[in-house]
């Protein structure tokens, strides 16, 4: 593996840039769907410690993407483990299933690693 990647280099390329933004807008669309959530938890009867769990497993998935930018092993596993934590939240305290979340799954796996992979040697 370390001779299949020997010409790439350290500098962040649109490739890269590119899917931590695909990554980061369905994040936020994420986001938008807890914000709306909580603005409706009354009539919806939602408790008010679920958006304590929820806003805290949003903020370590961003704060995943921005680990992995700054190219830190930890955003790499802490992301995707953030995002099936998101989408069980849903689907067990509130019986929604997230296509905002599923979609991100599939970037990760299917664009992100692509172009996480061959910068995994500068990963500290």
Do not use: C
């Not at 669309?29 to 709306?36: K, N, Q, S, T």
């Not at 689907?91 to 799954?105: H, I, R």
């Amino acid at each position: 593996m370390n001779n299949e990647f020997a010409n790439e280099s350290p500098k962040k390329d649109l490739g890269f840039i590119l899917s931590l933004f695909a990554l980061l807008f369905f994040t936020m669309m994420g986001i938008g769907i807890d914000a709306d959530e909580y603005s409706q938890h009354t009539e919806v009867n939602i408790p008010e410690w679920y958006f304590y769990l929820i806003f805290t497993i949003d903020f370590l998935m961003v704060l995943g993407l921005v680990l992995i930018f700054f190219y830190r092993k930890i955003g790499v596993f802490l992301f995707p483990a953030a995002l099936v934590g998101h989408f069980i939240s849903h689907s067990y305290f509130l019986s929604t299933f997230l296509y905002t979340d599923v979609t991100n799954m599939f970037l990760f796996i299917g664009v992100g690693l692509l172009a996480i992979i061959p910068k995994w040697q500068f990963f500290k």
